[in-house]
């Protein structure tokens, strides 16, 4: 350790101490007392204020000692999080005592600036929170009529957070029709695995024709890209890459972060198994759909689709020669992609639910006519069965619009 620093506990019960400048010091044997005690001594029990009222002092200045102790062991127990029951059972001020609300305001701030360091949180940076119960919770909740992209995005992040030393990082890829649910999941995936969300510097977003709209400055796109991704590892032990409108992208920009993708030769210096890509493209929506609308011309439930079968169609129609970045870069040859996943096409019933959650994120009641009125006034396809939403969910809180007073 360098002159000049305090190791971090140290540091940090120094801060503790100038919040609570209010509570008095601490005297030789850990015992509070002011600054007049010194001088007062030992005078004190027959000079001029008495024994009682020295009694009383001391008995005061106990009590702010009892009071200073209290609040570095709620503070303890809120960075270290170790021994919180046993304090809270033996809490020096009596049961049922908590902090006055400026105090927890103060050690709120103080709690917050030390983890900012990254030295307090269970996955070593507080930028990082990865809930995975949260998660969970929410695609059941919220995403609807996607039993596949539920079972397959847990199963698959889960797993890949909680392997100690992962070969390659976790590529996804979001398949289907607009409106099913792709940038919904991956604003979801965001939010639970990162404090700030999409807003995390841990959390990178690229839309194809926004961020890459021109193929004769492709070399320097390719130059960029790589650059914010190496930086973005580099700032974060886990970073998460997401690619809208995927099917857009230029192969030779596939390519070019083909590396980030692959697995570690331990050749360079940064270790990019700890990142996570989603890569959300509208290719494939159209096998997706295909073989819901058979499922369901043959009475069966879509429910009893299952991965292995639907996976294997959508990779033969993305192998198929086509101008997109998908077919003419390697990272299907080379399988550099963990999973694909499937967002089917959704029915009357689930626009029916996003209309339900969108009147609920508003706080505005609704009645069944209302939920119907408002999945009647979407676009339903084919033309026969008139069974799909054309659009998904995409227009559903826009239309709730007309029926605010």
Known sequence: MGQGRLPAHLGLACCLLLLLGGSGGLGSRGTPRGPWEEEQGPMAEGGPWGRARYEAVKKHLGAVGALSKQYWQFLACKVWQEGCKEEEEESSLGPGWSLPVVGQDYLEILSAWYCSFGKCCKTGDCRIVNNITGLEADLNGQLHGQHLAKEVIV?????????????????????????????????????????????????????????????????????????????????????????????????????????????YDNKGQVDYRRSIFLFLSNLGGNTINEVTLDFWRAGRAREEISMEFLEQQLRLELLEPAENGYARSHLLEENLIDFFVPFLPLEYHHVKLCARDAFLARGLPYTEAALDEVAGMMVFVPKEEKLFSAQGCKSVSQRINYFLP
Not at 171 to 188: E, I, P
Not at 196 to 224: N, T
Request: aromatic share 12%; with cysteine.
């Open 155 to 263: 199963r698959a992040v889960q797993g890949f957070l909680q392997s100690p030393q992962p070969q390659k990082a976790l590529v996804l890829s979001f398949h289907g029709w607009s409106g099913t649910g792709k940038n919904f999941v991956a604003r979801m995936l965001a939010s639970h695995l990162y404090r700030d969300g999409l807003k995390s510097e841990c959390v990178r977003v690229f839309i194809s024709l926004f961020h890459f709209p021109h193929h004769k400055y492709m070399d320097s796109y390719k130059a960029q890209l790589k650059k914010q991704i190496s930086e973005t590892v580099q700032l974060c032990k886990q970073s998460l890459f997401i690619f809208d409108e995927a099917e857009k992208l230029h192969f030779s920009l596939l390519d070019a972060i083909k590396p980030f993708m692959a697995r």
